[in-house]
């Protein structure tokens, strides 16, 4: 059984429809220092790896855990925010929008994405921690337990969701920490 720990990165600096790629705020740095204190405790003598998503935010959570760890930060693209299909300043609505949806009748490119970070989860041969986002986190919630929601949970700013690979399929072991907010 391979173990997989999702973490989505912490408040980032700027909102969802302001900027291409922020970093965190000084609250997600805050964040991010106490996620990866927590992690410590849990990694073990396992022989974990580090993931990211290209993302600076994604990134910028990793580095604590990364510093107190001794472990590198391989940068995953799979594990990227969802392709928005929209100018920076329709973000928003598409958003809120998609978060509404279904996924059976998405595009083609938005099952790509799902697929792609599907497959590099399914693909993994040692205990991983993947830093990502919010959708990232909820497309994989629903492929792990098959339900067709895009919004499956509200994962909160740092928060660890727990899966699993059983016989090469993944398995949600545990939800993280869950709050209805806004997404930035």
Same mark, same amino acid.
């Given at each position: 059984?391979?173990?997989?720990?999702?973490? &989505?990165?912490?408040?980032?600096?700027?909102?969802?429809?302001?900027?291409?790629?922020? +970093?965190?705020?000084?609250?997600?740095?805050?964040?991010?220092?106490?996620?990866?204190?927590?992690?410590?405790?849990?990694? +073990?003598?396992?022989?974990?790896?580090?993931?990211?998503?290209?993302?600076?935010?994604?990134?910028?959570?990793?580095?604590?855990?990364?510093?107190?760890?001794?472990?590198?930060?391989?940068?995953?693209?799979?594990?990227?925010?969802?392709?928005?299909?929209?100018?920076?300043?329709? &973000?928003?609505?598409?958003?809120?929008?998609?978060?509404?949806?279904?996924?059976?009748?998405?595009?083609?490119?938005?099952?790509?994405?799902?697929?792609?970070?599907?497959? *590099?989860?399914?693909?993994?041969? &040692?205990?991983?921690?993947?830093?990502?986002?919010?959708?990232?986190?909820?497309?994989?919630? *629903?492929?792990?337990? +098959?339900?067709?929601?895009?919004?499956?949970?509200?994962?909160?700013? *740092?928060?660890?969701?727990?899966?699993?690979?059983?016989?090469?399929?993944?398995?949600?072991?545990?939800?993280? &920490?869950?709050?209805?907010?806004?997404?930035?």
């Amino acid at each position: 059984m391979t173990r997989i720990l999702l973490v &989505r990165h912490g408040e980032a600096a700027a909102e969802w429809g302001q900027h291409e790629d922020p +970093g965190l705020s000084e609250r997600g740095r805050q964040q991010a220092s106490d996620t990866a204190q927590a992690l410590l405790l849990r990694l +073990g003598a396992d022989d974990w790896q580090i993931l990211s998503s290209p993302k600076a935010r994604a990134l910028e959570t990793a580095a604590p855990l990364a510093a107190a760890s001794g472990l590198s930060v391989a940068i995953e693209p799979a594990y990227r925010e969802v392709p928005v299909p929209v100018a920076m300043e329709q &973000r928003k609505p598409w958003l809120r929008q998609f978060m509404q949806q279904q996924w059976p009748g998405q595009p083609a490119a938005l099952w790509q994405w799902r697929q792609g970070l599907v497959d *590099a989860l399914e693909g993994l041969a &040692r205990p991983t921690l993947v830093f990502t986002h919010f959708l990232v986190i909820n497309a994989a919630v *629903a492929e792990a337990e +098959g339900r067709d929601e895009v919004l499956c949970f509200w994962p909160d700013n *740092a928060s660890v969701t727990e899966f699993c690979l059983q016989a090469g399929r993944l398995q949600l072991v545990s939800l993280g &920490r869950s709050l209805q907010t806004v997404v930035n």
